[in-house]
């Protein structure tokens, strides 16, 4: 009796269902974020500079991924009470983990780890640059911003200047080397959640 209760509580699904849901739940978060990238090409066609830190938006990016994942979890395989969804999240053995339990957690690892090697996706990136209010479009100054106690590398900040006006942003390294300490031809914008900065390659 017990043995069916604990089934029932980590199996709301069969097998083969939880396999069928879960596959197509991947294909269509792979082609909406295929599309969506698509749409905003811009951000990766051109040197990309954001008001907020670059490490910020992968942090606020993995909070919507785990957003997803348990929507997944309430609405895809049907894990939607308290006592089921403790049922996924609870630590195992690597060997005792039911294969349906496992099948959970990798579409976490698919759209954590494998869905941003396909799409080179930022989320809050793309979010963000839903908004394209112009703010400025013209030519700017760029100088580097030295940072004590930057311990991340791969990131930089500068600052901007256009129209006797300032503004902070940072970007990757290697795109900043590309634009700082010339005057060059930069578009700025609103996004929905911060201001960013896009330069021609």
Partial sequence: MKTTQKQSLENPLRFSQLMYRSVIF????????????????????????SYLQITETYFYHTLIVFFIWFLYLIFVTKDNTL??????????????TPGIILIR???LFFLLFLLPMFTSFNIVVHLNSINNQVIYE???DVHL???????????EKIKVSYNNQQIELYGHKKDVDNVVGKKISVSIYQGVFYEYMLVKK
């Fill in 138 to 140: 013209g030519t700017a």
């Fill in 145 to 155: 911003i030295e940072r004590k106690n930057n311990y991340d590398k791969r990131f």
């Fill in 83 to 96: 006592t089921r969804i403790w049922s996924v999240l609870k630590l195992r053995g690597i060997f005792s």
């Fill in 105 to 107: 957690w990798n579409i």
């Fill in 26 to 49: 991947c294909a269509i978060i792979l082609i909406l974020f295929l599309l969506f990238g698509k749409i905003n090409s811009k951000i990766t066609d051109n040197y990309y500079f």
